[in-house]
């Protein structure tokens, strides 16, 4: 836990007092300040920025604290911002400089360590102080966003969005920021994103799509960073969404192309085709995540942080138990070589500390060569990158000469339109595939023929 600085702790009683808090209610108002840093601490966010307070509070929802609890500890975080608000103001009006006065937060340790430490947590590269923010002038252009893509990360990283949310999320905030001249996020309006949205669909004729995902991050933008009120989106001209038809292989064509393919990619290939896996579901496969046994195949953190099990194709046990031989050999080289293990999700490296170099933990398709982890001189190992796997399946299509245009993705078409043509109830293709609405599976009713009967008859004729 961290410590408050005798500093910080004096000037945010001094502001309960200004606050009229009553002095049984203050020792809450202390916990909700160190839950709150401790918490800010554990995630590498800065506590001086207003928007890393959306994930403390959803944390708080988590823990089954209360709405008085919570509302609580929203007003206790609210007086920190003022508090530290303050200090800044007097530090700037006394003359004294941080080398001299430094801002006080908190430090780790026990109390007795706190007082000769006087350490504080690093803060943002970019944090806005609230009397900065309070005495510098908005500008209708050409404001500074840096901070704002710094607290849209730090929004993302704690909710475990993942690294594709933050890259698609930046590059619309991107497009929003030349859209609006880099107008000061203070005085940004929903006048500014429908016009912004009109402006792709008529100007740039994006596709539905992408205007879909340029609303979803400027939804996301103003709700968790700016922490403003995202009101209707009416009067916005809408890229027209125009039926897709996706592209699906034979199975002729899905052996041909495979066929083409160079070990580990061919299995690759089997396996987005024999189970219907996404590109980056195959990939971060681990060898934990085979039952042999039961011959079943589990999808950890699929899309949408899902979890579901498929059946394992009986004819790929061979191959799959060669991969696994050929990952052990790898690994016994990793472990001679003294590297840290495979790279893991969250931060189980922390809770786990020997996992990354435990065999379950590898990936089934590792990466060629090692990875230096930034910051430090310790080297990974990651999985296969997707990049390799995409050019060698269209280098295989290009190959065969098949006249579709064909992706890693088409396998996983092509299993979803083998199994519907099969007459596999649509219900259990869902379920295989990982789709939260049976309206996206039913899409795959238009790539294969249909085989029921359109004749209006009674039952008992038939």
């Known amino acids: 836990m961290l410590i408050v600085t005798a500093s910080l702790s004096q000037a945010f009683e001094a502001q309960l007092g200004q606050r009229n808090i009553p002095d049984q209610q203050r020792r809450d108002f202390h916990k909700w300040l160190r839950f709150y840093l401790d918490f800010c601490a554990k995630y590498t966010l800065d506590p001086k920025l207003t928007a890393n307070f959306a994930g403390f509070d959803e944390k708080l929802k988590s823990k089954g604290q209360s709405d008085t609890q919570r509302q609580q500890a929203r007003r206790s975080i609210a007086i920190y911002y003022r508090t530290i608000g303050v200090i800044k103001f007097s530090q700037a009006t006394s003359g004294n400089s941080s080398a001299k006065n430094p801002s006080p937060l908190v430090v780790s340790g026990t109390p007795n360590q706190a007082s000769s430490k006087q350490a504080d947590l690093p803060a943002a590269k970019h944090a806005i102080p609230l009397s900065a ?33 933050w890259q698609a999320y930046r590059y619309w905030l991107q497009q929003f920021q030349t859209f609006t001249k880099s107008k000061d996020a203070g005085l940004l309006s929903m006048n500014d994103v429908k016009g912004f949205l009109s402006h792709l669909a008529v100007n740039k004729q994006v596709a539905a799509s992408s205007q879909n995902q340029a609303f979803n991050a400027l939804l996301f933008l103003f709700k968790n960073v700016l922490q403003k009120e995202f009101g209707k989106v009416e009067g916005v001209v809408r890229a027209k969404r125009r039926p897709y038809i996706p592209v699906v292989l034979s199975r002729p064509e899905v052996d041909r192309v495979i066929g083409l393919l ?13 189970c219907g896996l996404r590109l980056f579901e195959c990939l971060k496969l681990r060898v934990q995540d085979l039952n042999f046994d039961m011959q079943v195949l589990t999808v950890h953190d699929g899309k949408g942080l ?41 931060a189980l490296d922390v809770k786990y500390k020997n996992a990354a170099k435990e065999f379950a933990w ?101």
């Open 262 to 274: 160079e070990p580990p990619y061919d299995l690759i290939a089997k396996l987005l085709y024999g």
């Open 362 to 462: 590898q990936w089934l398709f590792p990466a060629k060569s090692l990875t230096l982890v930034p910051g430090s001189e310790d080297y990974r190992r990651w999985h296969l990158h997707e990049t390799h796997v995409q050019r060698a399946i269209k280098s295989a299509v290009r190959k065969s000469r098949i006249a579709k245009r064909a992706s890693a993705h088409t396998f996983r078409h092509s299993f979803a339109s083998h199994l519907l043509q099969a007459n596999v109830d649509v219900r259990t293709i869902q379920e295989l595939l990982g789709h939260s609405d049976l309206k996206t599976t039913m899409i795959y009713t238009h790539t294969v023929p249909s085989v029921t009967i359109k004749d209006a008859k009674s039952p008992l004729d038939l």
């Open 133 to 165: 923010v309070a005495t510098e002038p908005k500008k209708l252009t050409g404001a500074n966003w840096e901070a704002i893509y710094e607290q849209l990360k730090n929004a993302i990283k704690v909710r475990h969005y993942s690294n594709k949310t």
């Open 306 to 346: 899902k979890d579901r099990t498929l059946p394992m194709p009986s004819t790929l046990t061979a191959e799959l138990a060669a991969q696994v031989e050929q990952v052990a050999i790898l690994h016994e080289q990793d472990l001679a070589a003294n590297t840290a293990g495979v790279f893991l999700p969250s």
